[in-house]
């Protein structure tokens, strides 16, 4: 079954840019979503298709995949925005949808 | 808006049948475009995609859970049901349902709105 690795996690000084990576075998040819869950709660789709946003989120949170890597950006971070991220896919090969195993983006 | 409310018994115990109902609001569970899924999350870990179910009854399961699996959907009162064989203790978790939007399939969906989840312990 297809796999999606994360790092485990990620520190950002507020106002500095975080880079959460996703990565899978030739993931650029898959669309790619990313959700936020903070602790405690339900997690929230914050970019689907690898780039859009959905209503109510922040510019400040964007998506790009390409090659074997997909990556979720946020930049002046905040510290509201220490949570876990999880990323994604459908792998139309096996016909299983598939979560990278998360996150945690700390704010210092 | 629409909202999502799982229920169901918190506690089941290990060889039963756990069975959680998802109630949907502010929107047709029956409008085209749109699957209706449940994850689960253990304690501590990450989101594993259960499966899902179409209002017509077309339904897609993890393969690892299938032959304990059914999902089914009720039209009639707006609700879409799990049901999980032969429980464990790894079965243990935070059950959430799902609208999921896109061509799951083919090319790709996500989850665009989310229940609050509700906690199912297995033990005697």
């Known amino acids: 079954s297809y796999v999606l690795t994360q790092p485990p996690s990620v520190s950002v000084a507020p106002g500095k840019t975080a880079s959460i990576t996703c990565g899978g075998n030739n993931i650029g040819s898959k669309s790619v979503h990313w959700y936020q869950q903070r602790p405690g709660q339900a997690p929230v789709l914050v970019i689907y298709?690898?780039?859009d946003r959905p209503s109510g989120i922040p510019e400040r949170f964007s998506g790009s995949n390409s090659g074997n890597t997909a990556t979720l950006t946020i930049s002046r971070v905040e510290a509201g925005d220490e949570a876990d991220y999880y990323c994604q896919v459908w792998d139309s090969s096996s016909d299983q949808g598939v979560f990278g195993g998360g996150t945690k983006l700390t704010v210092l | 808006q629409v909202q999502l409310q799982e229920s169901g018994p918190g506690l089941v115990k290990p060889s039963q049948t756990l069975s959680l109902t998802c109630t949907v609001s502010?929107?047709?569970?029956?409008?085209?475009?749109?699957?209706w899924s449940w994850i689960r999350q253990h304690p501590g870990k990450g989101l594993e995609w259960i499966g899902y179910?179409?209002?017509?009854?077309?339904?897609y399961y993890n393969p690892s859970l299938k032959s304990r699996l059914t999902i089914s959907v009720d039209t009639s009162k707006n609700k879409f049901s799990l049901k999980l064989s032969s429980v464990t203790a790894a079965d243990t978790a935070v059950y959430y349902c799902?609208?999921?939007?896109?061509?799951?399939?083919?090319?790709?969906?996500?989850?665009?709105?989310w229940g609050q989840g509700t906690l199912v312990t297995v033990s005697s």
């Open positions: 799902t609208r999921t939007l896109g061509y799951c399939s083919s090319t790709s969906c996500y989850h665009e709105y």
């Open positions: 179910v179409y209002h017509i009854g077309t339904t």
């Open positions: 502010g929107g047709s569970i029956s409008s085209d475009g749109y699957y």
């Open positions: 298709y690898d780039s």
